[in-house]
Nanobody
Framework: QVQLVESGGGLVQAGDSLTLSCVDS????????TGWFRQAPGKEREFVAG????????YYADSVKGRITISCDHAKKTVNLQMNGLTAEDTAVYYC??????????????????WGQGTQVTVSS
């Protein structure tokens, strides 16, 4: 079973950039689509970005378009989330999740089967 692990979170200043990574630590070799979600304190989990298994197709929430890029590092077998121009509103726990390829880019968390434990991103203003 896919076991996703996120890394790269931390405390940054407003305007900084940060790159999160997501890897299947079980190295199952499974083909799945990936989604990145985030959950801020007191708010519901929201979709940030999604990609096909090879990152040839990508999707973004309107709120992050132009600032966030999802990409695949095929050598490291990671799916990365590069975030630029961070603001306090980006403070949240960020999760990566896996879903069947037919749900590629889905913004609906219930369509994702496997979730990582999350990584905290805190942006100070």
């Amino acid at each position: 079973q896919v076991q996703l692990v996120e890394s790269g979170g931390g405390l940054v200043q407003a305007g900084d950039s940060l790159t999160l990574s997501c890897v299947d630590s079980a190295r199952t070799g499974s083909t799945y689509a990936t989604g990145w979600f985030r959950q801020a304190p007191g708010k519901e989990r929201e979709f940030v970005a999604g990609s096909s298994w090879n990152c040839e197709t990508t999707y973004y929430a309107d709120s992050v378009k132009g600032r966030i890029t999802i990409s695949c590092d095929h050598a490291k077998k990671t799916v990365n989330l590069q975030m630029n121009g961070l603001t306090a509103e980006d403070t949240a726990v960020y999760y990566c999740a896996a879903t069947h390829p037919r749900y590629t880019g889905s913004p609906h968390s219930e369509e994702y089967d496997n979730w990582g434990q999350g990584t905290q991103v805190t942006v100070s203003s």
